[in-house]
């Protein structure tokens, strides 16, 4: 198992559950002209700092009803398994758990080809299962991917569902306990998780090192609703070195603005060199921590957090759904709208 050192933190947000979704652009195993010639605009943007060449909608997109039904181009869920360390105890390598990630892999998955990787974490009350279910028991999720997939709305990736579930799969529904599990998985996301799925599935890392997967990053998301957004914003704090895209919605971690632009400028990396993007609904109980977490990034003075609905011209963005409450659907909405966009 391999080893590679992080550390950790503090506080933060709320717990649910929920699937997810898409909208625009083509295929990765398909080659066509206007392909080409974004790939060519992308070189030319930002001196190649440009990954996603796609805008952000004004509002939030639903999902075609048609895109719950079973797909004729279905994608493969595997329950891939490995080790790592009891979180609370990570450091002294004292106690091994044996835990479970459910994998998405795209229909027509093939070892000749790289693909982006998506890290989808649970919130409370739930487990590595509630997104995309597993092999023998899929949920809508996996439909919503392989339809939008087969539409070419989100590029083919493979999707991983991981769990912050220490020793009991019902830490979840712990909320103080989840809070802390959450300030710790980055030790296991990083140090276990990654280079085991990557180290197996074919991806942009050349290897499985410390400097291979931070090479990798702009091929790498995270992404989580409730308390799997504060497992995002988490995971921002921690592994900025291994993540370039970040999708929290409805949990917050914190209403200073100067102490999230500190964790940029404690990491050496630009403004350019990420991308936020958030969602939550005007009725869900997280909705206004969350949005004053936003506002006060947003409002740091030196550019650390740019708000645009674009990669070249920054780094933050806000989608809210009027009347939105706090749930699975939509949390599927938010999902959707961030898969729909990135790496386009």
Known sequence: MNKYRLTAALLAATALLSIAGCTQNTGADSVNTENTEDSDRRQTDMSGQTITNAVLPEELETISRDYYSESDQPGTLTEFEYDTYESMTYDQEDTVLHKRAIVYLPYGYSEDMEYNVFYLMHGGWSDETTYLGTPGQPNVFKNVLDNAIADRKILPMIVVCPTYNNESNTDSSNYSLALQLTENYHNELVNDLIPAIEGTYSTYAKDTTPEGLSASRDHRAFCGFSMGSVATWRTFQYCLDYFRYFMPSSGSLTSDGEYMADIVRDSGHDWNDFFIFAASGTDDFAYSSFKAQIGAMAD??????????????????????????????????????????IWQ
Do not use: K
């Open 300 to 341: 740091v003075e030196d550019g650390t957090f740019r708000y645009a609905d674009n990669e070249r011209e920054g780094n933050l963005y806000f989608l809210e759904q009027e009347g939105g409450v706090h749930s699975g659907e939509y949390a599927m909405e938010y999902f959707y709208n961030g898969l729909c966009w």
